[in-house]
């Protein structure tokens, strides 16, 4: 729990790809992030978790400029977010969640298209996103409207525009809902490699399995409050990820009260 | 079950119309408004039943008429305006264990619960007025209840029976494009039939001629589930008790029959997977690498061109886009009739017109035209306006990607060129050119041109300023959200007022002049018209560009508002 105020002062900007400073959002009266701080190390896989409602893609849209904080900052490879607007644009990749895509685009349209809204040329862009497609199997659906993908298909694609122009840091938003266990290897595989080489992500979910098998660090958010954050060692403190979030989140106290609740 | 789905209905019309003071406050007007409508229909139906006496037949007739077009409108709008009530779609019942037969009569009964349905229901009852102070009064009550019944079934039956065809996007795009065809038709139609039943009934002393049709078709209706109801009524009225019962009979096994069919395709709907859609593959071509590619959109302007693409391709495959053409058509067609015939009821009023007014007619009825035509012009660029609404929450990537502001801007105003442009200018030589001269031809051009480019530009702006909540991607383009109709007034007056004040010089230079002038006033145009776009794309850019997470914002609100 402490690990998060330890790391408040300021790091070297090459150590910290990303660092969040007293974030905070209030919608209405409602908080939704409080005075957070956050430190995200160059090349760690940051699991961002948390129960619904707990400020997770709150805090994620503050990063990656799309929400705009009512207090604190966001610093991304060393530039102020809010600041330089248009500046981190090239070197973050986003998901959203539950936001649509142009979906009467097929599915290479719509890479093409999020290419060239980047900025990049053309050449790259058809190269790269023949790549996606292949790499995630979508290669037999690139030419249907997504409109018509399925859950699982559309946060592909989804994840597919995220990394086409091959950001420093990506922010994904459940990436793995709605993907089967096939995908979600295939995934989980590319994200491995981009850390590997350097590169940073950060992603926000509600299952810990998945961030235990494939983060290195953690950050535990509930009600808008940090609550830990560190190596995935740390914040777990020798117990298995869902336990000690259960108990850092408050779980239910016994499930033994439906006694009915048994097939006669 | 009735009075559980009864309350239930109830229960979510309340807890909707709670969600925001704005709808309170629209439910209210709108509620008024309602309640003054069916006043003064009731106060008619009253005063009507004075002169009854002698004219039984007619009476009858006319409402066996009105009545089967008021239960074929329940039964037939909300296929195509749909979405206009699924408070209790047959869908969400599908967890419980229940039969649609049990469902059928509490579905059909919750929809006398809801402004339309209640407005309906005592209009009918209402009809019953007609027969103040004969025995047929208390019949009136009867007829009418099972009038209203009736309306609801067919409303029921049909749009449960269609909705798994309705369901598949293609269909959905396909009715919406036929509601606007029929909204189209009905608007100007109207006027057009109006115009032309006057003209041939001033001449022919058609009326008796009619009548006489609308009680043979009257005939016919009544043995049909759709005039059933009202001959009741009819037959009471002129002492026909015998042919009384058996229309009531009859309606009674009408009844009886839609509700047993709407319990079986209820049940079909109910055990009905969830939508199945069949993918379509959308050919070989990639529209976005094809227009970004044109000469001149590569390098630092393939982004342009890429949301150009975008648009062309929305233009073409969604029903949103090219359902603004009714707005934008209506109102030169509408005119150009009038001032058609405007001439003609005056010549129809007979010989002692004088020479005079006969001059200012067509004076006028020429104003009538080129006003509609400039409306056409600037409206054609003012359905720009809900171009970003229309992407929804889609554009987080546009703030993301960091794509400047008047790429956004000028790839829509391209797109939107491509598409109005040939038709303004079709419009603008065809309509002066057969109309009137072909010598006016490059004034009516110009000031189109200049309208339509100010109305692109100020649209530009607006558009990042007033994001009015829309159709979502996939609803129907008739669907209406709240809160619709302030904002979109708004940007609508707004735009319209500042478009039309920036094209006036333009306009007005084109009405005086003539010959070599008109060339002129022609180039003019097209560089006035320009800088206005200029403008609006740099200054429209800009505001996107400074109020993008707001915009993000906005579109995130719009899109959860309404949905479940």
Known sequence: MDSASSKQTSTPIDVNVASLRGLTKYFGSMCAVNQLNLDIPRGSMYGFVGPNGAGKTTTLSMLTGMLRPDMGQAWVTGLDVWANPTAIRSKVGVLPDRLRLFDRLSGQELLTYVGLLYGMDKATVASRSTDLLMALGLGDDSRKAVADYSAGMTKKIGLACAVIHAPDLLVLDEPFEAIDPVSARVIAEILRGFTTDGGTVILSSHVMETVEKLCDHVAVIAGGNLLAAGTVEQVAAGQDLESRFIEMVGGVSSAGELTWLRPS | ?564
């Open chain 2, 1 to 564: 079950m009735v009075a559980t789905l009864l309350r239930l209905k109830y229960h979510l019309v309340i807890a909707d119309m709670k969600r925001s003071v704005g709808r309170v406050v629209l439910f209210v007007f709108f509620a008024l408004y309602c309640l003054m409508m069916v006043f003064i229909a009731l106060v008619g139906f009253g005063a009507a039943s004075e002169y009854r006496t002698g004219n039984e037949h007619v009476v009858a007739s006319i409402t066996t008429f009105v009545g089967s077009l008021v239960i074929a409108g329940w039964t037939i709008l909300p296929l195509l305006f749909f979405g206009v009530d699924q408070t209790l779609d047959p869908a969400r019942f599908r967890p419980f264990p229940l039969r649609g037969s049990r469902l059928a009569p509490g579905l059909v009964l919750a929809g006398v619960i809801g402004l339309p349905g209640l407005v309906t229901a005592v209009l009918c009852l209402g009809v019953a007025l007609l027969w103040l102070g004969h025995g047929a009064v208390f019949v009136g009550l009867i007829a009418g209840s099972l009038g209203f019944l009736m309306s609801q079934v067919g409303c029921r039956l049909a749009t449960t029976a269609l909705s798994g065809t309705l369901s598949s996007r293609k269909m959905r795009d396909l009715t919406g494009v036929i509601a606007l065809i029929v909204i189209l038709v009905l608007s100007t139609g109207g006027y057009v039939v109006s115009m032309g039943l006057s003209l041939w009934s001033s001449r022919a002393g058609g009326g008796a001629a009619t009548l006489a049709t609308v009680e043979q078709i009257a005939g016919v209706l009544a043995w049909t589930p759709l005039g059933s109801p009202w001959a009741i009524l009819g037959a009471a009225g002129q002492g026909q008790w015998g042919m009384s019962v058996v229309f009531l009979v009859l309606t009674c096994c009408y009844l009886g029959l839609g509700i047993w069919g709407y319990g079986v395709v209820l049940d079909r709907a109910m055990l009905a997977p969830d939508r199945v859609s069949s993918a379509r593959v959308m050919g070989s071509g990639n529209i976005i690498d094809a227009v970004s590619s044109w000469p001149g959109l590569s390098g630092r302007l393939a982004g342009m061109g890429a949301i150009m693409g975008r648009c062309l391709r929305y233009w073409r495959r969604d029903p949103r886009y090219l359902g603004q053409l009714p707005a934008v058509l209506m109102m030169p067609v509408l005119f150009t009739i009038m001032g058609l015939t405007m001439p003609l009821m005056v010549e129809a009023g007979g010989d002692e017109v004088p020479l005079e007014l006969m001059g200012f007619m067509s004076n006028l009825s020429l104003g009538l035209i080129a006003f509609g035509l400039g409306f056409a012009a600037v409206m054609a660029g003012y359905t720009l306006s809900a171009d970003l609404a229309y992407d929804s929450t889609a554009w987080w990537i546009h703030l993301t990607s960091g794509v400047r502001g008047w790429q956004d801007r000028l790839g829509r105003v391209l797109a939107s060129v491509v598409v109005m442009g040939p038709l303004v200018l079709v419009v603008g030589i065809a309509v002066p050119w057969f109309l009137y001269s072909g010598s006016v031809v490059p004034n009516v051009v110009g000031a189109m041109i200049v309208l339509y480019a100010a109305g692109l530009g100020v649209s530009s702006i607006f558009s990042a300023w007033i994001v009015y909540p829309v159709a979502l991607p996939g609803e129907s383009p008739l669907k209406m959200r709240t809160g619709m109709m302030g904002a979109q007034m708004l940007s609508q007056f707004g735009s319209l007022t500042i478009a039309g004040l920036l094209a006036l010089p333009v306009c007005l230079w084109a009405i005086v002049a003539r010959g070599w002038m008109s060339w002129i006033v022609l180039a003019v145009g097209v560089v006035w018209g320009g800088i206005l776009m200029a403008a609006g794309v740099f200054l429209g850019g800009k505001l996107t560009e400074s109020r993008g997470p707001t915009i993000l914002s906005i579109l995130m609100k719009n899109d959860s508002k309404d949905r479940n």
